[in-house]
């Protein structure tokens, strides 16, 4: 009897294996639509869709979250936090690593493959009636967010915790009335869909301030705040800015992370460990906190939240694909940073927590990015670099993008594996080389797309994110 005989005769794997198969027949339909780099600005289906399926999104009270980065491991904070002090949640984040289910997570865990197409077939009909009244059919981003609030309120769940996917007042997730808008640092990203500048981009994603909520406002440029305050101040929302309601006192190093001293809207929290490297990171644990502490109204007034629930919460918290570590001698570390604030962010991080010898790094990177100042950043903290190309169809070229990186390493540093997994192999001997035999302090760095990462950290055999 073979292997997949066995399979095939105990009940509960022959199961997986149907949902698993329907759940990728649901996900190649969502991914014959419109795809989620697209943007309209106009909420006519999403809306449209909303009304059919009775408001689901009305169920539930919502944290809410835009800015161009850090807003996915914020998300993953915030939902610790709500869960350590009981609550159920739903967490909706994009874009996924490595399995779609990853972008709609109940209670901490990435919902079931049948769960999933269960939910699907459920809105099936209602994405037809919609597509019928409309010019253009609902968008994959659209499709998908309506299946995640569906999820939601089946559950239940008692708060969603959701990530924009592109901008803020245009998004389909913007359907939410949520009480507490989370806006992460904003920079150049997406100019050709949000704007050309700073200030237009804070403007669109300003937009997921909602009527008397609470605003949790991140560090930001000069240019967007002021368009953050002035959205804040038209729809009468309470503000709370990063420097100054709240934010990082002190931190330090610590093995696996960083200690820090948070000021929050309600006191100050001591010895809090966070399990992830880097000040941006810190950064985002301070606007997840004054969130939470937003949405269960404490400040000034009341105190801090529970300390110890606070502290086990933090410590808790993983964010695969930043900056994450998925294996050992050589290290080697998965980083989806993909425009220059992000790989600022992650070489600061990498100087700071990690003391490389030899460092090489694996860059693939999506068209429309600013590749030259990517490669630009990188160029001090990497010994070699091995520029590949993942399988997006947005990918640049792997001969393309090496073009860039000798200009700007040099050839002798430059090694071109148009293949991911080739490029991983390379760069790990060439860490093994460059160290002479001695793995400690030899790494190897991967970055330049969330889609590079996610297959990084499959081909690296990582599980689901």
């Known amino acids: 009897m ?6 095939s005769r105990q009940p509960g794997v022959a199961a997986a294996q149907r949902d698993r198969a329907r759940r990728q027949q649901v996900e190649a339909q969502l991914l014959a639509r419109w795809g989620e780099s697209k943007i309209g600005p106009s909420r006519h289906r999403i809306d449209r869709l909303m009304d059919v399926l009775g408001s689901p999104q009305r169920s539930y009270r919502a944290i809410h979250l835009t800015g161009t980065n850090g807003k996915t491991s914020t998300a993953r904070m915030v939902d610790e936090l709500l869960r350590g002090f009981g609550l ?3 967490r909706y984040t994009s874009p996924h690593l490595s399995d779609i289910t990853e972008r709609i997570v109940l209670d901490g865990q990435p919902v079931s493959d049948g769960v999933f197409a269960d939910a699907y077939a459920e809105i099936e009909p209602y994405l037809e009636m919609v597509d019928a009244g409309s010019d253009l059919k609902m968008t994959f981003f659209e499709a998908v967010t309506g299946l995640a609030f569906s999820i939601f309120a089946d559950a239940p769940v008692e708060v969603a915790v959701v990530e924009v996917g592109l901008g803020g007042a245009w998004d389909a997730t913007n359907v939410l009335d949520a009480e507490v808008s989370v806006i992460t640092p904003i920079d150049l990203d997406h100019t050709e869909l949000l704007g050309e500048t700073v200030a237009e981009i804070a403007r669109e994603k300003a937009g997921i301030i ?3 909520a ?4 991140a560090v930001q440029p000069v240019e ?3 368009e953050l305050i002035r959205r804040a101040t038209e729809v009468d929302a309470a503000v709370a800015r990063e420097g100054m309601e709240f934010g990082v006192l002190d931190r330090s190093l610590a093995v696996g992370g960083q200690l820090l001293r948070i000021q929050g809207l309600g006191g100050i929290y001591e010895d809090v460990f966070l399990p992830l490297h880097g000040g941006y990171q810190a950064q985002n644990a301070a606007c997840a ?6 949405f269960f109204g404490a400040g000034a007034r009341t105190g801090p939240l529970d300390a110890d629930i606070v502290r086990a919460a933090f410590a808790a918290v993983r964010s695969p694909g930043r900056l994450e570590p998925v294996r050992s001698a050589p290290t080697v570390l998965v980083d989806a940073s993909h425009n220059p604030a992000g790989m600022r962010a992650t070489v600061q991080a990498l100087s ?3 003391d490389f010898r030899q460092l090489i790094g694996v860059v693939a990177m999506l068209a429309g990015k600013d590749v030259r100042t990517a490669l630009e950043i990188l160029e001090p903290v990497l010994d070699e670099v091995v520029i590949a190309q993942n399988s997006s169809s947005r990918a640049v070229p792997a001969d393309e993008l090496a073009a860039v990186a000798v200009e700007i390493f040099g050839a002798d540093r430059v090694t071109v594996e148009p293949r991911l997994d080739d490029a991983l192999e390379t760069a790990v001997r060439l860490a093994e080389e460059s160290a002479g035999g001695v793995l400690v302090g030899a790494g190897v760095l991967v970055t330049g797309s969330v889609v590079t990462a996610g297959e990084a950290r499959t081909l690296l055999g990582e599980a689901r994110g």
Do not use: M
Not at 2 to 7: I, K, P, Q, V, W
Not at 214 to 217: E, G, H, Y
């Open 2 to 7: 073979t292997t997949a005989d066995r399979a």
């Open 88 to 90: 159920r949640t739903g």
């Open 210 to 212: 909602a009527t008397g």
């Open 214 to 217: 609470s605003a949790i406002l």
């Open 224 to 226: 967007a705040a002021a």
């Open 289 to 294: 906190l004054a969130a939470v502490e937003a």
């Open 352 to 354: 700071e927590g990690f």
